[in-house]
């Protein structure tokens, strides 16, 4: 058998191979929104360009609610609950897509984080939603099935370097994190070279 089919080990997890699927985001739905449902965010912010829509091509990005403590609260649900449910389907556990202008990098963010609660301004408080949702995973379903991704350099929110130095302490030395088996951390590569106009 090749290495490629053999067992492997990732922190406490015995895998069948050494295949791992890589995150995928694609979604569809009628209006580019479920029915019902409404944009939501840390701020009213929109990001930048357009986006497809299967119903109308490229459109403007649209302007996001933003997020109400009960929404945090009941978001940070909603994740430990898909984490719950991930592995009650048969996954090996979980990865907390914090990268690439998805909801927890938007928090980290200061362009697309315009908050002046508890949730916003000073970057301990832009890191809080990050952890409260690992630490809500973590014991939804243990720390050894939870892995997170980060994109320190460029973003779809923040094409650049952005106070990562201050930041990546904050994550990793959380008691939270503490311990977190060093291969689940997942860090993307910066896409181009700009300045920050944040820093």
Known sequence: MSLL??????????????????????????????????????????????????????????????????????????????????????????????????????????????RTDSYGGAIENRARFVLEVADAVIKAIGKDKVGIRLSPGCSTTCRCMTQWKRITPILCNSSILAGWPISIWSITRPWARRRCPHQ
């Open 5 to 114: 089919f053999s067992k492997a080990t990732l922190g406490s997890l015995t895998l069948q191979n050494h295949l791992v699927m890589a995150p995928m985001t694609r979604n569809r739905a009628i209006g580019n929104l479920p029915a019902g449902a409404h944009l939501l965010g840390p701020s009213a912010v929109a990001a930048a360009g357009d986006i497809y829509t299967d119903a109308g091509g490229m459109k403007p990005n649209g302007t996001p609610q933003a997020m109400t403590e009960a929404d945090i609260k009941s978001t940070i649900e909603e994740f430990a609950q898909g984490a719950k449910n991930a592995v009650e389907a048969g996954f090996d556990g979980v990865e907390l897509h914090g990268a690439n202008g998805y909801l927890l990098e938007q928090f980290i963010r200061p362009n697309s984080n315009q």
